[in-house]
C-alpha cells in the first residue's frame, strides 16, 4: 500500500462481499485517497474481495463490531500518520462523490468532526431512537447514526485512546465523547443511496432497536459519571 496521502477512507465491512469491490472502485474513481477495509471476522470472500479491488485489509480474528472494526482503522490509521480519516459504511449507502464536502470544513479548520447527514432515509424505529437519544443526551445532532464522517488529526488521536473503547461506542458514545473533549462537530447533508443488499444490522427489527437503544441509554448515563472521568489531555494516549 502507498502511504504518500495525508487523507484515508477506513470501511469497517462485515460479510459485504457483495457491495466492498464496487465501493472501493467508486472511491478510486473519485478520489485518490488511501483506501482500508476492517474485516470483521466474516465468513464470506469480503477480504479476498477487498485486497482484490485494491484496498488495505485489516482482518480481526474475531466479530467484535461495526465500532471495534472502525478504531482498528482509525489506531492503524494514527500510526501511519494521516492527518484526515473518512468513514464510510460497506453496503453501498455513502456515495464517494460526497467525500469532498465533508472535507472541506476540516481544511478550512471550521470544524474537527464533519457528519454527512440524511436524515431522510430514517425509518420509523431510527426516527424514534434519534428523537428519544436528542432529548436524553441534548446532542444537537439530526442524523446521530449516520456512519459517513470525517475527522481531523485531534479527533482522531481522541477517538484511537483506551478511553474510546468503552462500551459500544458506534454512533451515540462517539458524539458524546466528541463533545466531552469540546472537539466542533458539524453537519453536512449529503445524498444516500438504499442498501444495495441485506437490512441494517441494527434497525432492521425493533428488537434489535431495543437492545441498540438499552446499550446507548446506559452509555449515556455513565457517560456523566463515573465510567469516563474527565481529562486534563483530551486526546490522551493510544495504549
Request: hydrophobic share 45%; glycine share 6%; with cysteine.
Amino acid at each position: 500500500m502507498n502511504f504518500l496521502s495525508d487523507t484515508v477512507v477506513v470501511i469497517p465491512a462485515w460479510n459485504e462481499e457483495k457491495t466492498i469491490k464496487g465501493i472501493i472502485h467508486q472511491i478510486r474513481a473519485t478520489t485518490t485517497y488511501d483506501i482500508i477495509v476492517v474485516d470483521d471476522a466474516s465468513t464470506d470472500h469480503t477480504a479476498e474481495e477487498a485486497m482484490v479491488a485494491g484496498a488495505h485489509v485489516l482482518p480481526l480474528a474475531f466479530n467484535l463490531g461495526a465500532w471495534v472494526a472502525t478504531q482498528t482503522g482509525i489506531r492503524y490509521a494514527v500510526k501511519k500518520r494521516y492527518k484526515y480519516l473518512i468513514t464510510m459504511d460497506a453496503d453501498g449507502q455513502h456515495l464517494p462523490t460526497a467525500i469532498p464536502g465533508l472535507l472541506k470544513p476540516l481544511w478550512d479548520g471550521a470544524a474537527d468532526v464533519v457528519i454527512g447527514s440524511c436524515v431522510k432515509r430514517g425509518s420509523r424505529a431510527r426516527m424514534l431512537a434519534w428523537s428519544f437519544f436528542r432529548r436524553l443526551t441534548g446532542l444537537d445532532i439530526n442524523d446521530l447514526t449516520s456512519g459517513f464522517k470525517a475527522y481531523n488529526l485531534q479527533a482522531l488521536l481522541l477517538l484511537a485512546t483506551n478511553q474510546a473503547s468503552l462500551l459500544e461506542y458506534q454512533d451515540i458514545g462517539v458524539l458524546l465523547l466528541l463533545r466531552r473533549a469540546k472537539m466542533r462537530i458539524m453537519e453536512v447533508e449529503v445524498p444516500m443511496c438504499p442498501r444495495e443488499s441485506g437490512s441494517s444490522k441494527i434497525f432492521g427489527s425493533w428488537i434489535k432497536v431495543g437492545q441498540y437503544m438499552l446499550l446507548n441509554i446506559i452509555l449515556s448515563l455513565s457517560h456523566a459519571t463515573f465510567f469516563f472521568p474527565r481529562s486534563n489531555n483530551s486526546a490522551g494516549e493510544i495504549e
